[in-house]
């Protein structure tokens, strides 16, 4: 059965991209999310099997939207999305629970490598 997953970036092209390297290879883009609030919103009424989601946001960034996902599902899958150089906030939303991070620009192989890791 086809994975269904959210992707959350404040980037429509980003959200784009990942969209097509996902459901070219066999899974299902079930929502999408410009920012941390809707991603909460969004997974609490999707129930995705995976999340994708870019740590710099406006309004909620990614690291607050995962702890609250994470609070309110602590099974959530959650894989974040970084630009070069935030080391730091890497390393924090790997402690706050998310199973692996894909940095930017993506490599659909690393995307696929990650996805494939998380949910199979």
Request: net charge neutral; glycine share 6%; aromatic share 4%.
């Given at each position: 059965?086809?994975?269904?997953?959210?992707?959350?970036?404040?980037?429509?092209?980003?959200?784009?991209?990942?969209?097509?390297?996902?459901?070219?290879?066999?899974?299902?883009?079930?929502?999408e999310?410009?920012?941390?609030?809707?991603?909460?919103?969004?997974?609490?009424?999707?129930?995705?099997?995976?999340?994708?989601?870019?740590?710099?946001?406006?309004?909620?960034?990614?690291?607050?939207?995962?702890?609250?996902?994470?609070?309110?599902?602590?099974?959530?899958?959650?894989?974040?999305?970084?630009?070069?150089?935030?080391?730091?906030?890497?390393?924090?939303?790997?402690?706050?629970?998310?199973?692996?991070?894909?940095?930017?620009?993506f490599?659909?192989?690393?995307?696929?490598?990650?996805?494939?890791?998380?949910?199979?």
């Amino acid at each position: 059965m086809a994975k269904n997953i959210l992707i959350v970036d404040d980037a429509a092209f980003m959200r784009m991209m990942i969209k097509d390297i996902l459901t070219k290879n066999g899974y299902n883009v079930v929502g999408e999310a410009e920012n941390g609030a809707k991603a909460i919103e969004k997974y609490s009424e999707l129930k995705p099997d995976l999340v994708l989601m870019d740590i710099t946001m406006p309004e909620v960034d990614g690291i607050a939207a995962l702890k609250k996902i994470k609070g309110a599902d602590p099974n959530a899958l959650i894989i974040m999305c970084s630009a070069m150089g935030q080391q730091a906030m890497v390393i924090e939303s790997i402690q706050a629970g998310a199973k692996d991070f894909i940095v930017k620009p993506f490599q659909p192989d690393r995307v696929l490598e990650a996805v494939k890791k998380v949910v199979g």
